[in-house]
């Protein structure tokens, strides 16, 4: 069965460092790819999304992240976090040759930035 | 603009008590409706989803149901709540005719169990 696997539960930096999470899945098909972030107190939302072209993808707040296809990853990076970006994230997919018209999320990151 | 409306915000129910989350939709038509379980560290559980009025397409077995009476209304129900089904529920939407499968969530219904 498809799945998605974030290896990082819970990361902790200080501002200013580089940030970089995790995001692999099963399945050897076409997929869309996103990331969400929840921020204390808020609802999810999207914070950046792959369909197609370039692997390279950048989103709100100064995110990126890039999709490797032969790793079957999409991880997202950010050069110089803030205290604002303490959140959790969550990366998920859409295996798009399954029939299955849903999102499959990882189990998240929870990122505490220290001022 | 599309707004996704979910109430109760917060509930605390006893155990073998029914349950009923609403989820509405508007400014769409035909959307896909999603009902999501989030608990901490283990990310967020499919529950259901519907592509129309009627269709409920269940994930996982379970104490819990859902309905879709009205084209933009999605609820989630159970006759007899378990401690288990404590957490945090979310409604989400797509457009009905899109395929990239980008959801809109709701704001979300936490939900304790005595």
């Known amino acids: 069965a498809q799945s998605v696997s974030q290896h990082n539960h819970h990361v902790i930096l200080s501002e200013a460092a580089s940030l970089e999470l995790g995001c692999n899945y099963s399945?050897?098909?076409?997929?869309?790819l996103f990331w969400y972030v929840q921020y204390p107190g808020q609802h999810l939302q999207l914070l950046l999304k792959?369909?197609?072209?370039?692997?390279l993808v950048k989103g709100i707040k100064g995110f990126e992240a890039e999709f490797i296809k032969s790793k079957f990853s999409f991880n997202l990076r950010k050069p110089s976090v803030q205290w604002s970006d303490t959140a959790e994230y969550f990366c998920a997919v859409n295996f798009m040759d399954t029939g299955r018209r849903a999102l499959t999320f990882g189990s998240g990151t929870r990122l505490q930035v220290q001022p | 603009s599309q707004t996704i409306h979910q109430w109760p915000a917060t509930l605390v129910q006893p155990v073998g008590s029914p349950l009923s989350l609403e989820c509405t939709v508007e400014g769409t038509s035909n959307p896909n409706l999603y009902w999501y379980r989030q608990a901490a560290g283990r990310g967020l559980q499919l529950l259901f989803y519907?592509?129309?009025?009627?269709?409920i397409s269940s994930e996982v077995p379970q104490n819990l149901s859902a309905s879709r009476p009205q084209d933009r209304q999605f609820i989630l129900s159970s006759k007899k709540l378990l401690l288990s089904d404590s957490g945090f529920y979310l409604c989400a939407w797509v457009p009905g005719q899109g395929v990239t499968g980008e959801l809109f969530f709701g704001e979300g219904s936490r939900l304790t169990v005595l």
């Open positions: 519907s592509v129309g009025i009627g269709q």
């Open positions: 792959y369909f197609s072209g370039d692997p």
């Open positions: 399945y050897g098909g076409t997929v869309n």
